[in-house]
């Protein structure tokens, strides 16, 4: 999976992951009015609300990136209905050609990890069948529990071809409060990357691992540093345009060959009609808004580029 | 809630919780036959299965134990079916006087986190409506990405008098690979204990805050040292039983007054009727056994916080 998630991002020219994590705030009146009018104003009108919102967008993007990063808590916080809008979600991006990375941060215990690996990238067996719950392409994997807790998903991507992020150095604030303690010298995460470079050497796909890590736009001084410790990890970077990394900040998680990183930007593209910038198409045209905020991140990333 | 727990705790005798970690080898055959006749072998009916096998231990150890932990991944992995079915686990065992701990590790950026807390604790708005979706007492949190990732359940917890458990040594394997790494000559767990402490200070109930952590039963020597290191915050312990802690390891978990730790046994308790010791049960009573399992839990630890 991350030799087709290399063969599109080449093919796209874009570097570019779209978070899928909508909110009732972003979605335009003309949705929710629609939806409530049908389900009422309850989870199940949520969901819906969301769903249309996120198809809207994955219909405008979709010839335009890679890959797209559904948040699961933006779905999870609707209950059940809303882990059905995140299914459909996965199930439409992937129908769409779209690569979907799984933005669940799960990490456990072994048997307890296993689960959610089969659940979110795997199968489970039901008697003498098998279904594939959620079957996303990638997800996001907690480390703080060690091997024990990404190992399992590790066997899942062996099997299934599929492929994880491991959270090496978020990029919120806080992010440092222990992922910087240093540790003889040096900080938690270098440890934690070591630790990745080390899980994916035997998850090569044809010219880097399936095992990859997730590195925040915000701290590029450490995005840097990681690049070379990790050099066959490719690195998820969130953290672009709302949360204030810019495509300057972004050359430092990329290779030499000019791969190596793929960029998430959520609000920034999702919510993109609600900026100044992008008023002008109005709330019934969002995803066009959505469809230029792609194309204009697409040439910040790729004038940074040019530039180093 | 901490209060509510501890009173329940005091009424039992028994700091325990049964953890509902259902996974299909555990659920009898009877249990499995009549659901896989209703709804075949499909996911929905891995969901019944599991719902209804919690249900008869529920009923079984309810009047003996204050609380349960069911662990969410073994519902995942069914998909939304399953999440459906840890969805009705949580209302049935709160209807049955149960505390509820949603043994979910959730963990992200801020306004990620505050998703999730509102899912698993809290209450999600939708349009003039609100809804509690899944409505635990407590959660288990992840806490790796710092205070940003942890705040936002405080906050959810403030208003809803409920809590949370941290994680801080976890019971597994390779928990040391990040957790123990030396901070300025001290293990990191001690630097997330001390955070605990200091999150919990603002989260008093009476005696105990509701910003509480889990140390692993199968480090009883670290337990003593977070015991000191964080005196207000009660410790969901789990690793005791399969996972090979024992009743003796547990003493260094709790204060003097008794209190301040609840000891998870999941496998333990759930499946204990395909262990050699209650095999007399047989599968059709295996809620018998997990009662009897259960009643020698309390002994084993009783005996030992006598004996110390």
């Known amino acids: 999976m991350i030799d087709q998630l290399i063969a599109r991002i080449q093919k796209t020219n874009a570097p570019i992951v779209v978070g899928l994590d909508p909110t ?16 009422g104003q309850t989870l199940r009108g949520a969901a819906e609300a969301i769903y249309l919102f996120n198809r809207g967008i994955v219909d405008a993007v979709c ?78 994997v907690n480390p703080y529990l060690g091997s024990d807790g990404v190992k399992p998903f590790l066997k899942v991507c062996q099997e299934e071809k ?32 070591e630790k990745v470079a080390q899980w994916g050497e035997a998850c090569m796909g044809e010219r880097y691992s399936y095992v990859g890590a997730v590195v925040g736009a915000t701290y590029p001084e450490q995005g840097r540093i990681l690049r070379r410790l990790m050099p066959k990890a490719f ?31 959520s609000r920034g593209i999702i919510a993109a009609y609600q900026q100044e910038k992008y008023a002008r198409f109005g709330e019934m045209n969002y995803a066009d808004a959505s469809r230029q905020a792609v194309l204009d991140m697409r040439e910040d990333i790729a004038q940074a580029l040019d530039r180093r």
């Open 24 to 39: 009732m705030k972003f979605v335009p009146e003309h949705i929710k009015k629609a939806v409530f009018a049908e389900y």
């Open 162 to 193: 599929k492929g994880i992020f491991v959270l090496v150095k978020t990029s919120n604030p806080s992010s440092g409060e222990f992922q910087d303690q240093l540790v003889d010298g040096r900080p938690l995460y270098e440890v934690v990357g």
């Open 63 to 140: 010839d335009l990136v890679p890959a797209v990063k559904p948040q699961i808590a933006m779905y999870e916080q609707f209950g059940t209905e809303g882990l059905i809008a995140y299914q459909k979600t996965v199930a439409y991006c992937k129908q769409k050609g779209l690569i979907v990375i799984a933005d669940v941060k799960r990490g456990d215990i072994g048997s307890t990890s296993e689960a959610y690996a089969v659940a979110h990238l795997g199968r489970v067996a039901v008697g003498e069948k098998t279904y594939a719950p959620f079957d996303a392409d990638f997800a996001t």
């Open 235 to 265: 690195i998820l970077v969130p953290g672009y345009g709302a949360q204030g990394g810019k495509g300057a900040d972004l050359v430092h998680f990329f290779n030499e060959d000019g791969l190596g990183a793929i960029v998430n930007s």
